[in-house]
């Protein structure tokens, strides 16, 4: 069985949906060229160094840092490993712990996670759920990693005060490199506030390469260390991140599945009013990576000004769905709302587990149909009849089929979606790599904060 996941455009074509809604051949004709000179831009500005995010995968000596550190710390018996970062700094480790670890894992024993602790990213600064993590996370028992490329950003620095605060009463100062690690700027290219923390207590220190944005580093430390640290398959990650690069090495549209995927949205949205993107995974374990992708699609290509430096207001909007579970929530929307979506449907093939229906409640002939087949064909049924109903209401869909979820599939569908991105931002001619929005508001935040002077 391959291992390689599946784009098909089919079902966002104008002979599917109508050209009112869907992209015509000529449409695809004629954005090729452009697809291909943008290549070019971005395979020379790779080969400049000035995105690094096409080559984590490639760094052996990262990821034997990061590994070695690991199986350091594990020996050590932590019940517990805190993420305390957010953004592009957490939302990668949710979706890789999500799609690549058992359901409910923080529920299963030590022994049943393989002796790996359990895993509590935090990603917000909600005082009562913050408290009750530092209850259940006693620091005698956790590790906790900070991650900030910049080491100034007020949550996760607020976080990280409250964790030091709370290690140092409890354990002492000394104690401090045996329950933190920093993940953050390289020393020397760029400062961060997060190095004289290091300093002053001689702590484990991870460094994001200065050209990865925060967004775009799921495969540097920032979400390699907690990986390592829950005991995920690593090599495999790296060889699903070497597969599908390979794969959108060619400039070619029609052969090269991120570029497809960016053109058919940049079409959809510019051309055929999708001005929102819906990303529904029928799998609960890649429903993280929709929330992982909405924020690679809103922080990258909403953009006020153009690379020309024109305002153009750039972007689609975002939406993470379920399928099925909301099937039963967003569907009528979807089919009968206004018809400015389009959706990317992500499939699973086969499942790791089977669930057999039994033969019960034999008295209720109502219910024949379900006895006897399995959850894993309901699912299917389910994905196929949300398709043809949003074709029959002249919905485009964008399908993406993953043979199974493991490692190699998880790295491929999220190294595409960083291409496709980088791809998208080309297409719409805007800077896919800053956040000045963000920024300012970090901005602002800091200065609310800071005591007024008389
Ligand atoms: O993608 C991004 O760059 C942002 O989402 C950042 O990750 C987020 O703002 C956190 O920034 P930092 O890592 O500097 O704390």
């Known amino acids: 069985m391959t291992l390689d996941i599946k784009v098909d455009i089919s079902r966002c074509k104008s002979v599917a949906v109508g050209a009112e809604h869907g992209i015509a051949p000529a449409e695809l004709r004629e954005i090729a060229p452009r697809v291909e000179a943008a290549h070019e831009i971005l395979a020379q500005e790779r080969r400049d160094g000035d995105y690094g995010f096409y080559d984590l995968y490639k760094a052996a000596d990262v990821f034997d840092d990061v590994e070695n550190a690991a199986d350091a710390f594990l020996a050590k018996g932590y019940d517990n490993l805190v993420i305390l970062g957010i953004g592009g700094s957490a939302l990668g480790t949710t979706a890789l712990v999500t799609a690549l670890k058992p359901p409910f894992y923080n529920t299963l024993t030590k022994r049943s996670r393989g002796g790996h602790p359990r895993i509590f990213v935090m990603d917000n600064i909600d005082?009562?759920?913050?408290?009750?993590?530092?209850?259940?996370?006693?620091?005698?028992?956790?590790?906790?990693?900070?991650?900030?490329?910049?080491?100034?950003?007020?949550?996760?620095?607020?976080?990280?005060?409250?964790?030091?605060?709370?290690?140092?009463?409890?354990?002492?100062?000394?104690?401090?490199?045996?329950?933190?690690?920093?993940?953050?700027?390289?020393?020397?290219?760029?400062?961060?506030?997060?190095?004289?923390?290091?300093?002053?207590?001689?702590?484990?220190?991870?460094?994001?390469?200065?050209?990865?944005?925060?967004?775009?580093?799921?495969?540097?430390?920032?979400?390699?260390?907690?990986?390592?640290?829950?005991?995920?398959?690593?090599?495999?990650?790296?060889?699903?991140?070497?597969?599908?690069?390979?794969?959108?090495?060619?400039?070619?549209?029609m052969e090269n599945p991120a570029y497809l995927r960016?053109?058919?949205?940049?079409?959809?949205?510019?051309?055929?009013?999708?001005?929102?993107?819906?990303?529904?995974?029928?799998?609960?374990?890649?429903?993280?990576?929709?929330?992982?992708?909405?924020?690679?699609?809103a922080e990258s290509l909403g953009k006020r000004v153009s690379l020309d430096g024109e305002e153009v207001y750039a972007g689609q909007t975002p939406i993470k769905a379920l399928g099925v579970t909301d099937q039963h929530s967003q569907v009528q929307l979807y089919r009968e709302g206004p018809n400015n979506k389009l959706f990317n449907i992500i499939e699973v093939r086969r499942f790791e587990k089977t669930l057999r229906i039994p033969q019960a409640l034999e008295s209720i002939p109502e219910f024949d149909y379900l006895r006897g087949a399995s959850m894993n064909k309901l699912m299917a049924a389910e994905v196929r009849a949300t398709m043809d109903a949003l074709k029959e209401s002249v919905r485009p869909v964008?399908?993406?089929?993953?043979?199974?979820?493991?490692?190699?599939?998880?790295?491929?569908?999220?190294?595409m979606?960083?291409?496709?991105?980088?791809?998208?931002?080309?297409?719409?001619?805007?800077?896919?790599?800053?956040?000045?929005?963000?920024?300012?508001?970090?901005?602002?935040?800091?200065?609310?904060?800071?005591?007024?002077s008389e």
């Open 127 to 253: 005082p009562v759920s913050f408290r009750q993590m530092m209850r259940v996370c006693q620091p005698k028992k956790t590790l906790y990693n900070v991650i900030s490329k910049s080491g100034s950003t007020a949550e996760t620095v607020t976080q990280l005060l409250i964790v030091v605060g709370a290690i140092e009463k409890k354990l002492g100062k000394d104690a401090v490199k045996d329950h933190l690690v920093v993940t953050t700027n390289p020393r020397g290219e760029a400062k961060s506030l997060l190095h004289p923390v290091t300093d002053h207590y001689g702590l484990t220190e991870f460094a994001v390469p200065l050209n990865v944005g925060g967004r775009f580093s799921v495969f540097s430390p920032v979400g390699m260390f907690p990986a390592a640290m829950l005991g995920m398959d690593i090599e495999g990650m790296r060889a699903g991140c070497e597969a599908m690069d390979r794969r959108c090495s060619t400039p070619s549209l």
């Open 262 to 297: 960016a053109a058919v949205q940049y079409l959809a949205d510019t051309r055929k009013g999708k001005v929102m993107s819906v990303m529904m995974p029928y799998s609960d374990a890649l429903r993280d990576a929709a929330d992982w992708y909405r924020q690679l699609w």
């Open 398 to 415: 964008s399908r993406v089929v993953l043979p199974r979820v493991n490692a190699h599939t998880v790295a491929q569908l999220l190294y």
């Open 417 to 452: 979606l960083e291409v496709e991105t980088a791809m998208a931002g080309r297409l719409y001619n805007v800077q896919t790599f800053n956040q000045p929005g963000v920024e300012e508001g970090k901005r602002i935040a800091r200065a609310l904060m800071a005591p007024k």
